[in-house]
Structures are given as C-alpha cells and as structure tokens.
C-alpha cells in the first residue's frame, strides 16, 4: 500500500519511521505547507507542496494527516477526505462527534473511507475501555495518564508572558492506582487521580511569582490539580527534558457472581519512550485497516470501534489462527 504523509511534524516524522518497518507498505512521499525544499526528511522522502495533492489522488492508497486537533484536523480531514482514505488522530474527546460526522459527509461524497481518532487515547485505550466493559458490565472504569509529557499543557505553559520554554508532566497518584488495582473502585476527583509537574525556563528577570501563579490558576489545565512549579536553565530543558515519553493505564474493576461477591480488574498499559512514534505505529496500522475495507466495497467515516482486529494486521487470517488465536 501506498501511504502519503500530509504534515511534517512529530508524527509525520513518526510516520515516516514506522512505515520502514512494515515490509507492506511503501512511504510515497510527504505533502507540506512549508517550502518543500525547506525540508530535511529522515529518509530522503520526496516532499510535494500541499496545494498539489489532488494531482495524486489515484497514487495514493492511503493519506495519513499529521496535524493538530485544535484548528487544522476540523478543516483538514474533512476536506482531504473525499479525494482520499484518510487517517487522522483527532483527539479533543468532547469533540470527537462533531468531527465524525463532518468527515462522514465527505468520505461518503467521495465514496472513500476516513479513519478518525486514531492513536492510543483515543484509540487503543477507546478499545481497552470497550472490550473490558462489555466484559464486567457491573464495575467502573479508571484511566490513568502518565508519568509523561503533555505537549498540549506545555504549549498553553509557553504562552504565559514571562516564558520562554516550558515541560509539563501528567502523573497518576500513586494511592488512586494501587486502590482502583485492588478493586475498591473508588470515586476519586481529578485532583485525587493526577498530579501536574512543571519545569519552566523563564525570561531574563521575569517575575517567576507571577508565572508560578499564572500556571497554577489557569482553568482548565492546571486549576484542579495539585500543581508544582520548577525553573530551570535552557540548559537543563535541552539536557533532561528534550525527549517526548508518556504512557498509562486503562484499569476496569468490576464484579460477578449473582451477589458481586467475586472481584475483577482488568488492565491495558503502555509505557511509551516516544508519544509521537507510538501514535504513528498505530495510525499506520490503521491505514492498513482503511485501505482493505475501501477494497472491500466499505465507505465512510470509522474509528478504531469499527475495525475489526485482524485488518490492523499485516498477518493473513489463516496466519492469526495459527500463531495468535
């Protein structure tokens, strides 16, 4: 399959790598928004400008768009996805509706098939979350994120006056995990489940008081969490904070028997050294997905819910039987 980068960021680069380990697909090149002689590709890729992609659309077995969910995938996939098998990780929770159904109305159009919210949350936690509910429909589900870096709250750091860089980590309580584990299924608030860890390298006599206060009361990042603050030299941030890890659990705990007397849980974790490259992995996997249900007649929007496992993989049926079943 041919599969074509639309953005060069983190997880276009992340793209670009995992598609040189799947020995079925083949990187046809990266579309870009900048000057396409402006980029460096990690394996020589051929860079198209953006405005040229509908000139390839009979090339492409597969697009994967590689931007951002706050302002580019809401315009992006919907307008890419008529021409297109299109694959993106949008990943604004409360969002992901609306975005479904404007990509649905144009895959349709377009008779193509569009892949969205892929990723590991949303993505292989949604299905974590999915297969073990249905499983103990009487319990509770936990999702724990961390310990790793929140590019997201570590932009909105960024743009505090004062700043010059900044890292933010999301880490589980260590408490609510051990609890949830043993199956007490506690009712835990946001500030009870996740810590905010922030190191900051502030401008030359920025009043770092009124940075510290400005992280720390900002609505919906850092207000309902217990929240620490550390400056640090630009130095320090290159030397010890360069690197983008994350990771975390989906933990269900439930019950069973005619009176709840037995317990259960159920875990999915992932501790990740790349964010981006991980989130790569799985959006190739799912472009997989995408390009053998538009061979088999399928159109529309889908996310991972829709795919049923065997598609995500290289493998043939008769292999999955016999070596994973």
């Known amino acids: 399959m041919k599969i074509a980068i639309y953005g060069y960021g983190n997880i276009g680069k992340g793209v670009e790598c995992a598609i040189a380990q799947n020995s079925d697909a083949e990187l046809f090149g990266i579309f870009t928004r900048r000057a396409p002689e402006s980029l460096v590709t990690l394996t020589g890729a051929k860079v198209y400008p953006a405005a040229d992609i509908d000139k390839y659309a009979e090339e492409i077995d597969a697009l994967i768009i590689c931007a951002g969910s706050a302002t580019d995938l809401p315009e992006m996939t919907p307008a890419l996805a008529e021409k297109f098998n299109v694959v993106d990780s949008f990943d604004t929770h409360a969002r992901i509706p609306q975005h479904f159904e404007a990509v649905n109305a144009a895959a349709e159009k377009g008779g193509k098939v569009a892949l969205i919210s892929g990723g590991w949350d949303p993505g292989m936690f949604s ?36 700043v010059l860089d900044a890292r933010q980590y999301t880490v589980p309580v260590t408490e609510a995990v051990e609890a949830v584990r043993r199956g007490e299924c506690p009712t835990l608030t946001t500030r009870q489940k996740h810590l905010r860890e922030c190191y900051v390298v502030a401008e030359e006599g920025a009043d770092k008081e009124a940075i510290r206060e400005a992280i720390v009361t900002m609505p919906n990042y850092f207000a309902d969490y217990d929240t620490t603050v550390e400056f640090i030299t630009a130095e320090e941030m290159a030397a010890k904070h360069s690197a983008l890890p994350h990771g975390g659990c989906v933990i269900r705990s439930g019950v069973s028997g005619l009176n709840g007397e037995h317990k259960h849980t159920i875990e999915y974790s992932l501790n ?45 049926p008769e292999e999955l039987r016999a070596k994973m079943l």
């Open 127 to 162: 299905i974590a979350r999915l297969y073990a509910s249905a499983i103990l429909p009487n319990g509770r589900d936990y999702t724990f994120w961390g310990r790793g870096v929140s590019q997201g709250h570590s932009d909105a750091i960024r743009h505090v006056p004062g």
């Open 272 to 316: 990740l050294d790349s964010n981006p490259e991980f989130t790569a992995s799985v959006l190739v996997a799912c472009a997989r997905a995408v390009v053998r249900m538009e061979k088999k007649g399928d159109v529309g929007c889908k996310t991972m819910f829709d795919i049923p496992p065997s598609m995500l993989s290289p493998l043939s």
